[in-house]
């Protein structure tokens, strides 16, 4: 079997073609990759040219593992991931390291598929930096005041974010723990400081569906509506959406939320008409995944009220309210949120 490899940048690609030998062909500069004579798998060797951290993902038209071994001979297995269905992985590197990779088909032939390597530099200062931080994140979610060390993780997230054209793996895992606790603790305008450049990164270098990904997009675009920014958030919520469709049932509850969660936010930016069709779809679903009494459903039908009565269709939505004011009361607080906004539009 002859797989003919093409290297863009740090994108290995290669495809099996007839029966022969491997060829490597990487920044155009071929070179040789051999059969394991070991285990018989094509294996490719990448030389890693500078210090700091490689990113790696095999993607192919068939179930693979991808086995790796570094400079100090220790080998690693990679499943494929059941939120992106292929094998991934992170490594730290020391300039001049050989890594070597490894194709391992676990169901059928594979016809093709692709390595993508992504290799970032990080200086060990750089690391030691952004690590130290990750410490004072921990303590910080013991503290009761939180106001101080929230100036210091600005300070940094600033110097990330103004002075350093590339983001390090280190320094955007410290980004988005600040983001994180911002989220938490409400500091709505420090979250989405942090966490915009993480989201970057995490699409440049980690999978489209991944669930670090993920994290980033709902709390990046909860943090913009929160700041009255509702048409930052939608193009997020979309792409979590899209992410999760992928690999989830339709009835899914973390799907259903973030589409409820996205109707709201169409609300807000004016679209009335897409926010309640996309309700129509939700609600019934939310029904049959959630128990009548989960606060969401509540939520929902009271957002859909109030979109379908500043379309013009009150009776419907004074229905959606009194079905959300019945539950409500036997479930609820008094003088909770829900049900109080309740009343008041009914």
Request: include cysteine.
């Amino acid at each position: 079997m002859k797989y003919s490899i093409l290297g863009v940048l740090l994108a290995i690609v290669f495809s099996n073609v007839d029966d022969g030998q491997v060829t490597l062909l990487e920044s155009g500069v071929e070179s040789t990759a051999e059969f394991s004579s070991d285990t018989g798998r094509p294996r490719f060797t990448y030389e890693v040219r500078e210090s700091g951290w490689v990113f790696v993902h095999a993607i192919s038209t068939a179930p693979l593992a991808l086995h790796i071994e570094d400079g100090q001979g220790e080998r690693t297995e990679h499943s494929p991931s059941p939120e992106t269905g292929y094998p991934s992985a992170r490594l730290p590197v020391v300039s001049g390291e050989l890594l070597q990779f490894e194709i391992e088909a676990q169901q059928g032939d594979v016809r093709s598929a692709s390595i993508l390597l992504h290799e970032i530099a990080e200086s060990e200062g750089q690391r030691q930096a952004a690590t130290e931080i990750l410490g004072r994140i921990r303590r910080a979610r013991r503290a009761l005041n939180k106001n101080a060390l929230f100036e210091e993780f600005r300070a940094y997230v600033s110097a990330q974010t103004n002075e350093s054209k590339i983001l390090t793996p280190t320094a955007q895992e410290a980004l988005a723990a600040i983001g994180s606790l911002a989220y938490e603790s409400r500091n709505d305008k420090l979250c989405i400081e942090a966490l915009r450049p993480v989201v970057e990164f995490r699409r440049a270098y980690l999978p489209p569906r991944s669930g670090e990904l993920r994290a980033a997009l709902q709390e990046l675009s909860f943090a913009y509506k929160m700041t009255f920014q509702p048409v930052a958030a939608l193009p997020l919520e979309l792409e979590l959406i899209d992410s999760l469709r992928a690999t989830r049932d339709e009835n899914d509850k973390g799907l259903l939320r973030s589409q409820a969660n996205h109707a709201t936010t169409l609300g807000a930016t004016g679209q009335l008409a897409a926010a309640a069709a996309l309700y129509e779809q939700v609600l019934p679903r939310l029904l049959r995944t959630f128990s009548e009494a989960d606060p969401l459903i509540q939520q929902t039908r009271i957002e859909f009220g109030v979109t379908l009565s500043n379309m013009g269709q009150k009776p419907r939505a004074c229905e959606l309210y009194r079905q959300a004011i019945a539950v409500l009361e036997r479930t609820a607080h008094p003088d909770s949120p829900n049900l109080q906004i309740a009343r008041l539009n009914l």
